[in-house]
Each structure stands twice: as structure tokens, then as C-alpha cells.
């Protein structure tokens, strides 16, 4: 899915849990999510949104001459394919590593482009060179897929419940590099307390908040993207994730009030 289709189904649900039924996701009008879109032409806008619309994942109503647009259940799971926190995190570990090891020189260059692309899917890491590793119960899917690819003799799939040395924790943060992550939502929760203060005290919508408003909402999508939503057991306590979906989900209340209040001085 293209880089626009995808920002346009996280902009529909900005300010929603993934949890929350289809009906807790707000309609947005075109101008609602042109000025989230800056950047893209109006027309790229509206073909993309046309799209998703013929494919079902973006709903339309008309309410006098004006149209608004909304995420379907289709949309909502298309859009968790893109978010490992939204399709993993919510499943318990079985304290069970699945280790999965490539043949040298046995995939082709084209094999294993696809095969990376499947590894990422199922929430696998790159621990070393032809070595993959996952805290996630995805060996039947993986094998499925694999199978039909053609390369299962190419591949070998371990699984182990622990190590004689080293610990879980410490071996999840160096192969997803969590620290870099962790220090990713630092900031941004840093910006976002910045642009809640901003947005609470402002009258109408401006340029300056808009814009401001852009750049966390997709800073947050693509962090959402890159956090590989491992199981608590495999995470800092204070992983920030939940604090920064709180605080993104009171700028999206107050940026409701300001845009359905018609106020805006851009």
C-alpha cells in the first residue's frame, strides 16, 4: 500500500485506539484531512481516497453538499498490518524464541527480498547476518507461507524457552535496538506536551498549529511503525508507547473542538 493510503486510514483514526470499534472513529471531512495531508496535492488527496473507498476501507456519508469520510473494519485491520504494537501486543508470551536460520547462498536475490518482507510481517529481527529471531507463536503461518514460496528447504526454524547465558530482556533490547526506540518517544512526548499546551489555549485553528500538529501525528506513526510491540515480559516497564497514545489521543480531543467549532485562522 502506498505511503499517502496509509497516512490517509492513520488520520481517520487519530486519537482512536486500534481496540475501539469502527464506530469510535470519527468522520473527517476533505479540509479536515487535506491540512493533516500537507505536502501531498489535493488532487493525489482525493484519488487516494477514492480508492480506499472503491476497496473498502474508507466509508462516505454526505451531509448537506459536504462529504465525510471514515475507516472501515477493512481499513482498521489493513492498517494493524502496518503497526506490530496493534497485532502483537496484545498476546501473551509463551516464553519461547523461535530462531530462524537461512542457507548461505541458497535463496536467490529476488527469494530473499520476499522473504525479508515476510519476516518483518510476522514481528521477526535481524540478529545477525541469516539469523532471525521472534518472541511470537507465528511458526504455522511462517511455514505456510514459506511452503508456497517454495523455499522451505532453504530455512530452519529452531525453538528454545531460555538461555544458559544471558537474559530474555537485554537479548530483545540489542536485537530491536529498544533503547533507540525508547529515546524516539521521549522526544516526541516532549513535542506532543508542547502542542497539547498549544492546542488547549488556542481559540480557532491556525497555520502554526496545524503544521505543528502534522509533523507529531506522522512522527508518531512512524514510530508506531518501527516499535515491534514485543511482550511486557520483553520491555522496559516504563515503556513510553501508552503514555505518548494518551497524550496524542487528548491533541486529537481538543483539535475535534477547534475544527467542529469552525474557528480557524490559517
Not at 93 to 118: A, F, H, N, Y
Request: charged residues 30%; hydrophobic residues 40%.
Amino acid at each position: 500500500m502506498r505511503q499517502l493510503k496509509q497516512k490517509i486510514l492513520f488520520c481517520l483514526c487519530d486519537g482512536v485506539a486500534f481496540s475501539e470499534p469502527k464506530e469510535a472513529f470519527f468522520y473527517k471531512s476533505y479540509k479536515m484531512l487535506e491540512w493533516r495531508l500537507r505536502g501531498y496535492k489535493a488532487v493525489s488527496v482525493r484519488g487516494a481516497i477514492n480508492e480506499l473507498i472503491v476497496s473498502g476501507m474508507v466509508g462516505r456519508m454526505t451531509r448537506g453538499r459536504q462529504a465525510f469520510f471514515n475507516m472501515t473494519t477493512v481499513g482498521k485491520e489493513q492498517l494493524r498490518a502496518f503497526i506490530p504494537s496493534a497485532r502483537f501486543g496484545r498476546e501473551r508470551w509463551d516464553r519461547s524464541w523461535r530462531m530462524l536460520t537461512l542457507r548461505r547462498g541458497g535463496l536467490r536475490r529476488k527469494e530473499l527480498r520476499q522473504l525479508l518482507i515476510v519476516l518483518a510481517d510476522l514481528g521477526f529481527g535481524r540478529l545477525e547476518r541469516g539469523v532471525y529471531v521472534s518472541p511470537f507463536p507465528t511458526e504455522k503461518e511462517l511455514t505456510k507461507l514459506v511452503a508456497k514460496m517454495g523455499v522451505l528447504g532453504e530455512l530452519r526454524l529452531l525453538k528454545t524457552q531460555r538461555f544458559l547465558l544471558g537474559d530474555d530482556r537485554t537479548f530483545a533490547t540489542q536485537v530491536w535496538e529498544l533503547n533507540t526506540i525508547y529515546n524516539k518517544y521521549r522526544e516526541l512526548i516532549t513535542q506532543a506536551l508542547g502542542v497539547l499546551h498549544t492546542v488547549k489555549r488556542e481559540k480557532g485553528l491556525t497555520y502554526q498549529v496545524e503544521d505543528a500538529y502534522q509533523k507529531l501525528l506522522f512522527d508518531w506513526f512512524g514510530l508506531l511503525k518501527i516499535d515491534p510491540g514485543l511482550p511486557k515480559a520483553l520491555i522496559q516497564s516504563d515503556w513510553p508507547r501508552l503514555e505518548a497514545g494518551k497524550l496524542m489521543a487528548k491533541i486529537a480531543f481538543y483539535l475535534r473542538e477547534l475544527e467542529e467549532g469552525g474557528g480557524s485562522k490559517s
